[in-house]
């Protein structure tokens, strides 16, 4: 059996996060299962570094694109190893292997006449980069970017992507498997009612230079989802070669709700174009949130990996993502959930459980694994290690990995209870129940190696350590999901246990990815502050600051105070602020000033009202008393506008 997994090739324009890490840890996830069970796996991931949006991102750091994205491919490359990421092949479009293939299959599905040149004119979104339809536009705005699309007539070539519409119906149709989970295959089927349209495929250029140009007409360069798509048949040698031909009849893709249509619509019309079998199955998730807001580079929220695996350790991320996010929906990040996963599932229930049953096989047996006694036996521990390893095994391939987890963890809470209820530190008293102890302290070693066995997918690292504690070696076959290993009953009497390792350490404080980085980067490492400062800070932690310009709406006191108002301004939401400038301001001089506010402060609670924000004044001395002034735009601006 062989399995191949991709990720999405990602943008250059933006470094590593958080949603990147997460479709890369799964697919990592998945792999190590497959090979876990003897499969034969490819692993592909990479970077897609062509078009208008990596143009833009280059010039916006004056640097040409080649050099640019060098740069931030190798951030890529470099990301998943902290990760614990193993990809077979990472992919970039710029590989010259890529873009001659790319231009070979152009040529070929031009040759078919599936390729035609036509006049067009549309609504283009440059952040999209494609045309929309009208239908797609909210207030007249692409509904990703909120920003007006350009109306663009230009001469291009266009891919018949109509031809294969019905086709493609009748595939999805006919293999329920194709698109999951259901609700992504609903959405593609319901976009698939309507007429399909053709697809444009080039960029003449006059606009845009830095793409793959047409085999057949020089003025253009390849829309780089045309470019991009064909990484996954690329990257294992198209159209020949010993890899092509094992892994592409078992290509699955990886990807998030975002770039559904693309690898739903596009992707498998363009194989059909190309004569090619289509891949096997379509993997959907949703999208990460951070504290339940979309995560953005205005907003400053973006999370890194980096700073989450210094923060939490590599195996606890990875759990952590896996175990929260019901694929297939959204889910919110939040170094509190973390941080409770931690303490509750990771250190609690399975650290507790591995070092209670490991110290009393030190305790009573020497650290060796006993014999149980046939005469003693209960199937306790077999029965539900054996309905978990079931349901483990249907959900790591149905892509439900947070169902996985949950079996693995009734296991634990069964075994937890299994300790309580049989009492060993009570049998080990009584001569007559050695035999007894024995089997007690068997099924819970044999259940610890299951566990270490199925985690070692999820926590390569602490499943290694758990299994090496156990007494085996990296290549035992008790540690594989092969038939033998993926059974209960393996666990052979004598063998010796290790030292128990320090798994899960308990967090004591809820950090924050940003305070944990700000933590690690302060101090002497940093550079001199400037002159008058008194501590330099990142730029990546400034651009967490979310500034924006608001207007005044509303101004009343606050009961008891002097200083105190109770602001709201339009930020261009209404929020309400609660300021301490009530003796240098009056309500009517507040009222419709616009004002320079943090926006992504924590809301605190100040005289009993939920404060929003912080309105930023300069302090200065008049008089010998302090006096706050106001800042804002020198000129009127939108509410809401971002300050940087
Ligand atoms: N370059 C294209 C993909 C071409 S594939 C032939 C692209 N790149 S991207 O950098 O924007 O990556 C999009 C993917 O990153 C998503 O499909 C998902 O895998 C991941 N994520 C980006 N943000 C995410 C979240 N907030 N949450 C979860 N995953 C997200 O699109």
Excluded at 1 to 17: D, E, G, K, L, R
Excluded at 176 to 203: G, H, K, M, Q
Aim: charged letters at 25%; proline letters at 6%.
């Amino acid at each position: 059996m062989t399995t191949y997994i991709t990720t999405p090739i990602y943008y250059v324009n933006a470094q590593p996060h958080l949603g990147h890490a997460y479709t890369t840890v799964v697919a990592d996830t998945y792999s190590r299962f497959k090979r876990l069970c003897g499969e034969r796996v490819r692993f592909q991931t990479g970077t897609d570094e062509h078009g208008d949006k990596i143009v833009k991102a280059a010039e916006a750091e004056d640097v040409e694109p080649r050099s640019y994205v060098d740069r931030i491919s190798a951030m890529f490359r470099d990301t998943w190893p902290l990760l614990e990421v193993q990809a077979d092949h990472f992919i970039r479009t710029t590989d010259p292997a890529h873009v001659e293939v790319v231009r070979l299959i152009l040529q070929k599905v031009y040759d078919r006449g599936d390729i035609y040149f036509d006049e067009y004119s549309g609504l283009y979104c440059r952040g999209c980069e494609r045309y929309l339809t009208e239908k797609e536009l909210v207030d007249g705005n692409c509904p990703d970017h909120l920003t007006p699309p350009q109306e663009i007539a230009e001469k291009n070539y266009f891919f018949r992507m109509s031809r294969y519409q019905q086709r493609l119906i009748d595939h999805i149709n006919a293999n329920p498997e194709f698109i999951t989970p259901e609700r992504y295959r609903n959405e593609v089927l319901a976009f698939l009612a309507e007429p399909l349209a053709d697809l444009c495929i080039s960029r003449p250029k006059s606009r845009l230079t830095w793409g793959i140009e047409l085999p057949f007409d020089d003025n253009f360069v390849t829309y780089v989802w045309f470019d991009a798509l064909i990484n996954y048949l690329t990257g294992i040698g198209y159209p020949q070669g010993p890899d092509f031909d094992e892994f592409w009849g078992a290509a699955e893709h990886l990807i998030a709700k975002d770039i559904l249509k693309p690898h739903a619509i596009y992707w498998p019309t363009m194989l059909m174009a190309m004569d090619v079998p289509l891949y096997k199955k379509l993997h959907v998730h949703g999208y990460w949130n951070v504290d339940d807001t979309k995560m953005s580079k205005s907003l400053g929220n973006v999370v890194r990996p980096r700073e989450l695996v210094e923060a939490f350790g590599v195996d606890t991320l990875r759990y952590f993502l896996l175990r929260e996010m019901s694929f297939g929906l959204d889910a919110s990040f939040g170094s509190e959930t973390i941080v409770a996963r931690q303490n509750a599932d990771l250190a609690n229930d399975l650290g507790n459980l591995f070092s209670r049953a490991t110290a009393m096989v030190w305790k009573y047996r020497d650290g060796c694994t006993p014999q149980p006694d046939s005469s003693a036996a209960d199937d306790t521990l077999a029965r539900a290690a054996e309905a978990m390893l079931v349901e483990y095994r249907q959900a790591m391939v149905d892509f439900r990995f947070h169902q996985g987890l949950q079996a693995v963890w009734e296991l634990v809470g069964i075994a937890n209870k299994y300790i309580v209820n049989n009492a060993p530190w009570v049998l080990a008293k009584e001569p007559d129940q050695a035999g007894r102890l024995d089997t007690v302290l068997y099924n819970l070693l044999e259940t610890l190696r299951l566990l270490a066995l199925v985690l070692r997918p999820v926590m390569p690292g602490a499943a290694a350590k758990m299994a090496a504690a156990l007494g085996y070696g990296e290549d035992d076959p008790a540690v594989s999901l092969l038939a033998e290993g993926g059974r209960w009953g393996l666990a052979a009497a004598g063998r010796k246990l290790s030292a128990i390792p320090a798994l899960f350490p308990r967090l004591e404080v809820a950090k924050s990815a940003a305070s944990t980085a700000a933590d690690s980067k302060g101090g002497s490492k940093a550079d001199p502050a400037p002159a008058g400062e008194q501590g330099v800070i990142e730029f990546s932690q400034f651009q967490k600051v979310a500034l924006r310009v608001a207007e005044v709406v509303a101004v009343e006191p606050v009961k008891n105070s002097h200083k105190l108002l109770k602001i709201t301004v339009a930020a261009p939401e209404p929020r309400v602020i609660v300021a301490g400038i009530a003796e240098d301001y009056s309500a009517e001089e507040l009222r419709g000033r616009q004002v320079l506010i943090v926006a992504n402060l924590k809301p605190a609670k100040i005289m009993g009202i939920s404060s929003q924000g912080m309105i930023l004044v300069a302090r200065t001395v008049v008089d010998g008393r302090e006096k706050m002034v106001l800042l804002g735009p020198a000129a009127k601006v939108a509410p809401g506008s971002i300050v940087s």
